[in-house]
């Protein structure tokens, strides 16, 4: 295992509630992952981010964290962890937990305490109580929004709590030391564990103006914070992280921290990155660019020069557990999933890191008919359905066979209903069939190992058509994406060179298909 590993990982998410189930409950758990993790090994990743599989009520899937060093019995043991490790260490993958600071559970010992002591005592102290406004305090302290909907504070006895998300994840006070001491040491937790690194969740919230001043118009609105902005992307964060940098480097191995920042603009983001704070960060520039050579040119400069400034690589993400799967963004369908076969085949070619959300590499849509009693995301419940919520990118995995819960789990249980379509879909099917999604990952993330042009690194754009995006990448390779609806012929840069890999594998030589992309070294 290399220095400076992250700077060109590519990390495979895996959500644990729906990856794989080993006890036939339904519900993805730890000794599902731990036994898949060949799988993982196979497809060419190089390390393992899990979503949070900590005790929690799960009123929003995990992040509503009830106890930080333990595991939820849904999920496993301590123990399933520390042999999830392990395996994992002996496969040559690293494993990635997620931190969840902003927020705990409200069944959290800690907002448990302060439910129970008065205004003004230690243990409120630990969270954001306030009083309300108006004569008898029957107003919030303010007009803040929870990013689920609805008000962002919630009324007890004489006081209200913040909550950016849901009720049940109350916010906690990052001006308090206890809480800085206690995330330190949870983090020396895991680490002393084993575990490779952190994902922190909503690394741009942890820090609130003390004032806590109303939203101007303009800034109730979600997404990317505003400037100026009273609960995101304050400055005060980046000293939470610069304490957090000198404890993981303090440790063997290069452990690292992947921030989750939904700020403004990539300078915002680059702020993180700076040497002695967080090594990497999800680049949504590049996740919610449109599909033109535009709009796709211009999220890989400016994430590739920004982050330049600051010396972080890039890192390039598609999917996560909180978007619409890309397939179906791209258009669904057939010219979602051509899209999204040349979309994998830019970003694995791409200077710096990626992750691969489970289930992209299998070509997977989003699922967008769900029965509304089984959809577990609260942004459904807030929104009185008004939102259809994250459970669409959430169903369980299509492993093998031919009936749900198609090797998920044992039976045929799975949490929430996987289409009949998935059937064509599954692992099984899809391995050694050469014009497979499947195929084509493990394809270009064997080149990716093979070749010292990928990962981290410069490009060398070259100059094409419109609708056309080729680039270099020393020594001897050439990416060449045609967005376009139309065939076009390759860029004379690539007359002679070999060809690796092309997410249409029927196309004619000497042209690139509408919607696809290819891979060429120097020399035949
Ligand atoms: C992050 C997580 C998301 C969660 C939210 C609140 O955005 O990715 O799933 O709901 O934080 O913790």
Not at 35 to 50: E, M, Q, T
Not at 323 to 328: A, N
Request: charged residues 25%.
């Amino acid at each position: 295992m290399s220095g400076e590993w992250w700077r060109s990982a590519v990390i495979y998410q895996v959500y644990v509630w729906s990856f794989a189930d080993s006890d036939g409950d339904g519900i993805g758990d730890l000794p599902g992952v731990r036994s898949r993790l060949p799988y993982l090994r196979d497809l060419g990743v190089d390390a393992v981010w899990l979503n949070p599989f900590y005790p929690s009520p799960q009123a929003d899937n995990g992040y509503d964290v009830a106890d930080y060093r333990d595991v939820d019995p849904r999920f496993g043991t301590l123990d399933d962890v520390a042999g999830l490790i392990a395996d994992a260490h002996d496969l040559g993958l690293r494993i990635i937990l997620d931190l969840v600071p902003n927020h705990t559970s409200d069944q959290h010992p800690w907002f448990r305490a302060a439910l129970a002591a008065p205004p003004g005592s230690r243990e409120r102290a630990r969270y954001l109580f306030r009083d309300g406004r108006g004569p008898d305090g029957a107003q919030p302290p303010n007009n803040w929004i929870s990013m689920f909907g609805g008000r962002a504070w919630t009324r007890v006895g004489s006081q209200w709590y913040l909550h950016l998300f849901a009720p049940e994840q109350p916010d906690l006070d990052w001006t308090n030391d206890e809480v800085r001491a206690e995330f330190e040491d949870i983090l020396r937790f895991w680490f002393d564990l084993g575990a490779d690194g952190f994902r922190i969740d909503v690394a741009h919230g942890l820090a609130k103006d003390p004032q806590m001043p109303d939203l101007g118009e303009k800034q109730i609105a979600t997404g990317p914070a505003p400037e100026g902005h009273p609960h995101w992307d304050l400055d005060e964060v980046h000293d939470v992280y610069r304490s957090w940098r000198r404890l993981s480097d303090s440790y063997p191995g290069e452990r690292v921290f992947v921030g989750e920042v939904w700020v403004q603009s990539l300078d915002r983001l680059a702020r993180y990155l700076r040497r002695d704070e967080l090594h990497t960060a999800f680049n949504f520039t590049f996740l919610l660019a449109r599909w033109s050579a535009k709009s796709l040119r211009t999220a890989v400069d400016d994430s590739i020069g920004h982050l330049l400034t600051v010396g972080a690589p890039a890192t390039w993400v598609l999917s996560n557990h909180d978007v619409i799967r890309h397939v179906t963004r791209y258009g669904g369908g057939e010219l979602g999933l051509r899209r999204a076969r040349a979309a994998a085949l830019l970003m694995l070619a791409l200077p710096g890191g990626a992750y691969v959300y489970q289930g992209e590499e299998l070509g997977l849509p989003e699922v967008t008919e769900l029965p509304d009693e089984l959809r577990r995301d609260p942004t459904f419940r807030r929104s009185q359905g008004a939102d259809p919520g994250r459970d669409g990118c959430r169903v369980p995995l299509p492993w093998s066979g031919a009936v749900p819960s198609y090797g998920f789990g044992p039976g045929a249980a799975a949490w929430l209903p996987q289409p009949p379509e998935w059937a064509q879909l599954t692992v099984a099917r899809q391995t050694g069939d050469p014009a497979s999604m499947l195929e084509l990952y493990r394809s270009a993330l064997r080149h990716r190992r093979e070749l010292p042009a990928l990962g981290d690194g410069a490009l060398h754009w070259l100059s094409t058509e419109d609708e056309v995006l080729a680039f270099r990448r020393e020594p001897g390779f050439t990416c060449v994406l045609n967005v376009g609806d139309v065939p076009v012929p390759l860029p004379p840069e690539v007359d002679g060179a070999r060809l690796l890999l092309a997410s249409d594998p029927a196309a004619d030589p000497g042209t690139l298909p509408a919607a696809s992309a290819a891979w060429f070294a120097a020399g035949r």
